[in-house]
């Protein structure tokens, strides 16, 4: 249920030492983009997350340069609580999918997708795992899509920007929706994003039918 890339690079979890490549690439890689479409983060961000806050995982191409990275974070941040909202175990595990870059020479390539099933192989087993993405940048959360999350919620989160919340378990992937069955699904892409916001609320779920059109699921339909 992935996606996976066939380019030859150097896989690594980075260290402080990486920090100024990390920041370097974020930097590159939202130029142009506002906070509708990515989070902007610090660099005590990164540091706090390579300090032990949690595990960035790195690519390096030929020339040992930094092409790509992807946060995991344990524990949610203060600005989204998925565990409280989908009523997760209060003793659950959980963690982030905090974020990703890929530098623009290497786009096109797949390894947002990469970064997502590596950082899933990453984290603890019985982890609840959990990302947000912006509406607006269906790039990023189709491919959380095909890495085996779903989406939940659509929150105003980081400082009021609307974000899907997207989440699954860390060894089991949510199933991609079996058919197109209006009374257990409805369209996903077409609908208002009100609209989307209410059925989500409802306990709907957003899932890929196959691997490209994507399904609201009932909540009748949802395996408990």
């Known amino acids: 249920m992935n996606c996976s890339t066939s380019l030859q690079l150097d896989w690594r979890i980075l260290g402080p030492a990486d920090l100024d490549r990390i920041v370097d690439l974020h930097g590159r890689a939202i130029r142009g983009m506002g906070p509708d479409q990515v989070r902007p983060e610090r660099p005590e961000f990164f540091a706090a997350q390579l300090d032990g806050g949690g595990k960035i995982i790195g690519a390096c191409g030929m020339d040992g340069s930094l092409v790509a990275y992807g946060v995991l974070q344990n524990g949610p941040d203060p600005g989204t609580r998925p565990d409280l909202w989908l009523g997760w175990p209060g003793d659950a595990r959980v963690q982030k999918l905090a974020g990703a870059s890929v530098a623009e020479t290497h786009r096109g390539r797949r390894l ?79 609908l208002p994003l009100h609209e989307q916001e209410r059925l989500l609320s409802q306990g709907w779920r957003g899932r890929l039918l196959g691997r490209s059109g994507c399904v609201l699921v009932s909540p009748e339909a949802v395996a408990p």
């Open 112 to 190: 947002q997708c990469e970064l997502i099933r590596r950082r899933i192989e990453l984290a603890h087993p019985d982890a609840y795992l959990y990302a947000t993405a912006a509406p607006s940048n269906p790039a990023s959360w189709r491919s959380l899509m095909l890495e085996g999350f779903e989406i939940r919620l659509v929150r105003r989160v980081y400082q009021d920007s609307l974000r899907y919340i997207l989440a699954r378990r860390a060894r089991t992937a949510v199933p991609f929706a079996e058919g197109a069955d209006g009374t257990v699904t409805r369209p996903f892409d077409d």
